[in-house]
């Protein structure tokens, strides 16, 4: 069973950065892709980017888009977000999560929940006004 754990988050001024990162244990996966999901108070998680291990192939969504960066390291099984430029409205609960198969990168599935089989619990951004 595959574990998920998320670092970085913390309190940050608008217009400052952070760097999240997301490290896998328990298992490895010889192919499979990784993203980043955020929930703010009162509403839906949402996708925030993801990133295709066996090429480095990413997506992001509109919202962060020039902003945001996600990378990997496969070496020690961890992703990150760095996140640049922050907003108030950035304010979230960050989620990693792992689809193990890659069925996510069929086309319109990337924002889908349901195709990341691990997820982690979830670490705080708050973005200051």
């Avoid at 980043?36 to 090429?55: H, L, N, S």
């Amino acid at each position: 069973q595959a574990q998920l754990v998320e670092s970085g988050g913390g309190l940050v001024q608008a217009g400052g950065s952070l760097r999240l990162a997301c490290v896998v244990s328990g298992r490895t996966f010889s192919t499979y892709s990784m993203a980043w999901f955020r929930q703010a108070p009162g509403k839906e998680r949402e996708f925030v980017a993801a990133i295709r291990w066996r090429d480095g192939k990413t997506n992001y969504a509109d919202s962060v888009k020039g902003r945001f960066t996600i990378s990997r390291d496969n070496t020690n099984n961890a992703m990150y977000l760095q996140m640049n430029s922050l907003k108030p409205e950035d304010t979230a609960v960050y989620f990693c999560a792992v689809d193990p198969i890659g069925r996510s990168w069929y086309p319109g599935r990337l924002n889908l929940e349901y195709e990341y089989d691990y997820w982690g619990q979830g670490t705080q951004v708050t973005v200051s006004s």
